[in-house]
């Protein structure tokens, strides 16, 4: 199990601002929302507004304590901040905080003291000038984990589009009385205005040519999870509870065209199918998309009994189901984009979505953010006790070990959020409580030698002979590169042992390597430690070794192969056993046993590799909790994520 990756000195400047030398830093108060635009990192936390490089390191900050003024017939309210040792009347919480990068803003909304909505529109390069301030609701006015913000894009024509924030805010069956004061024309999902344009209603107006058009919730409880937009289609994901208790995880696509009015209008519905046994418990707790595509592709974490005990790493695809014309014979059974009847209707089914795949099973996962490297899927999954882990998974949906990246020293859980550097695209933001990290998305160079640098399957990860060390991909040229394929491989080196009709038995050796095309003319193979005869000329990436006895000894028989590879070599240390003795129980164990010794299985036995098959898979049954990769697999998940 990797442990830290590094030690947290602390280097404090002014109290309760710390920048931590490997890169870290601490703020005066918890983190409540973050953002990352370009080489900009944004954090809100209680009292202040942070704007940080995209290395962590203070640019400036805003405090978020001041003296609010009531509105005059001119204008609304105003938020007039004060020094830190002067007296204030109203705190502004920021529950909604967004990078308008085409606009060069930054729009942070919330509410303050008196419970009423407040928005400001601030210089994205520098937070201290404010460039727009209003009292109004956009988002929610209370501190909501279940409620999401975005911007979105909508295509107005074939030439000209317009930029809206799309709000999706939690909605209770409860709801809570607000002042006179601060009444509201939102509802539960919302298209705002992100310019001035008085004809339309201002800066974050919902209006639309007279209309208010929004999506209203039925009777029912609705927690957003994640909201995005790929293309012209704007997804939404979110947990619905009806008065029976029972959860629901629901997707809505959104088409992104012509107005507010037609964009909202346009919802489709889906629900997502997380188990047959139990899933009405079953919980989102965190989104990414998968880059790429088409398909769309999703990865979720989900609560499969409601408590966040067992969590489980899920993949979809969400690909937009936009066909045919909503009726009023068939709206959906939660939203509607018009009046809403009293309660909802049990016989409504909106269209079921099955996983492509259960990934990874761990306790308490609470984030995970997905990258593309090459043709691998990275996650990079966070926890509640403050584990960082990152999980390669392949184009076949094969995994390689989960390794830890970054482990928490006081077990605080990791927001639902990851965000990737987009500067260097080497390291992923984490927020815990009152920290900021930025991780390294690997640390290739920990791996000593060629053989440790292959045999961790690092997608970041290649062997530069010139430079004789593990780097990431880009810090090393083309023609030096050693690396592993692109798809999974539980080894670097594997073998077969092969018997032929007259006994004759071979030892088949193949290398899972990628290199370039001079080096594998180059290629050549050395066995020693057994008596054996070469047999047919090596061929990248294969060599073959003709041994000189028909059977193996019981304590097995050791053999050394050295390979070379242009400039490098590489030495493998096997152990022939004698395939017909591999016996023993549980099935699956003494299955991977077998493949694992270059035999074949056939038949529930193990025998040699040319008269079996070459898959475990076939003998295992999935058990809830306990898939076949755990039982399967070469990496150890107990010793892997036992707390240290």
């Not at 956009?138 to 930029?163: C, F, M, Q, Y």
């Not at 290649?462 to 880009?474: G, Y």
């Not at 810090?475 to 798809?487: A, G, I, M, Y």
């Not at 990436?541 to 390979?563: D, S, W, Y």
Request: glycine share 8%.
């Amino acid at each position: 199990m990797f442990g830290f990756l590094c030690l947290l000195f602390i280097l404090c400047g002014e109290p309760g601002l710390c920048l931590e030398e490997h890169g870290g830093f601490t703020f005066d108060g918890d983190i409540r929302r973050f953002a990352v635009a370009t080489n900009t990192v944004y954090i809100a936390t209680q009292e202040k507004l942070y704007q940080l490089s995209h290395d962590l390191v203070l640019v400036r900050s805003l405090t978020l304590r001041g003296i609010l003024r009531d509105g005059t017939d001119m204008g609304g309210a105003q938020f007039n901040r004060v020094s830190d040792s002067a007296q204030w009347n109203s705190t502004f919480s920021i529950n909604v905080l967004m990078p308008f990068v085409g606009n060069e803003s930054l729009i942070s909304c919330g509410g303050t003291d008196g419970g009423c909505g407040y928005c400001e529109v601030l210089d994205l390069k520098d937070i201290s000038k404010s460039l727009h301030s209003e009292q109004i609701q956009v988002g929610p006015v209370e501190r909501s984990d279940a409620s999401v913000a975005v911007l979105v894009n909508v295509k107005k024509d074939p030439i000209k589009s317009e930029t809206f924030i799309l709000t999706a805010v939690q909605s209770k069956k409860e709801k809570p009385e607000k002042p006179e004061k601060c009444l509201s024309d939102s509802h539960t999902v919302n298209l705002h205005n992100t310019d001035n344009d008085v004809r339309r209603g201002g800066i974050f107006s919902i209006s639309d040519e007279g209309y208010k058009p929004s999506i209203k919730v039925k009777d029912v409880d609705v927690e957003f999870v994640d909201g995005f937009q790929i293309s012209s289609t704007i997804y939404l994901l979110s947990n619905v509870r009806s008065g029976s208790g029972n959860n629901r995880v629901r997707l809505i696509w959104l088409e992104g065209k012509s107005s507010k009015t037609q964009t909202l209008k346009s919802f489709r519905g889906a629900t997502l199918r997380v188990s047959d046994v139990g899933g009405e418990h079953s919980r989102l707790v965190a989104s990414s998309v998968i880059p790429g595509g088409p398909p769309v592709l999703w990865s979720g974490v989900f609560s499969v009994d409601g408590t966040g005990t067992n969590t489980e790493l899920l993949v979809f695809d969400i690909s937009p189901d936009l066909t045919g014309g909503k009726t009023d014979s068939d709206p959906d059974p939660d939203f509607c984009s018009g009046t809403c009847p009293k309660s909802a209707d049990p016989k409504q089914t909106p269209k079921t979505l099955k996983p492509k795949t259960v990934l990874f099973r761990q306790s308490y996962m609470t984030s995970v953010l997905t990258v593309k490297q090459k043709t691998w899927m990275v996650f990079f999954i966070g926890t509640a006790d403050g584990q960082l882990i990152k999980l390669a998974v392949d184009k076949n949906y094969h995994t390689t070990c989960p390794r830890v990246l970054y482990r928490a020293s006081d077990n605080r859980p990791v927001f639902p959020k990851i965000h990737l550097d987009q500067v260097d695209h080497k390291h992923v933001y984490v927020a815990l409580r009152n920290q900021m990290k930025r991780v390294p998305v690997s640390n290739c160079s920990t791996y000593r030698n060629v053989h440790e640098c292959l045999s961790a399957q690092d997608p970041y990860c290649v062997w530069c002979h010139s430079k004789n060390s593990c780097t990431f991909e880009d810090d090393c040229k083309d023609s030096e590169r050693l690396s592993t394929p692109d798809d999974f491989q539980q080894k670097v080196v594997s073998y077969k042992l092969v018997k032929n009709n007259i006994g004759q038995l071979s030892l088949i050796i193949q290398t899972h390597l990628t290199v370039k095309q001079t080096d594998q003319l180059n290629f050549a193979c050395q066995f020693s430690g057994t008596s054996c005869r070469n047999g047919p000329s090596p061929q990248f990436p294969q060599c073959t070794c003709i041994l000189t006895t028909g059977t193996l000894p019981a304590e097995g028989l050791p053999v050394t192969v050295r390979f070379r590879l242009g400039n490098v070599s590489l030495t493998e240390q096997l152990k022939l056993t004698n395939c017909s003795e591999i016996r023993g129980s549980p099935t699956s164990v003494l299955c991977q046993r077998c493949i694992n010794s270059g035999c074949g299985w056939i038949n529930n036995s193990c025998s040699w590799a040319n008269q079996g098959v070459d898959n475990c898979w076939q003998t295992v049954h999935l058990l809830p909790h306990h898939s076949a990769e755990v039982l399967l697999s070469p990496c150890s998940y107990r010793t892997m994520f036992a707390k240290q």
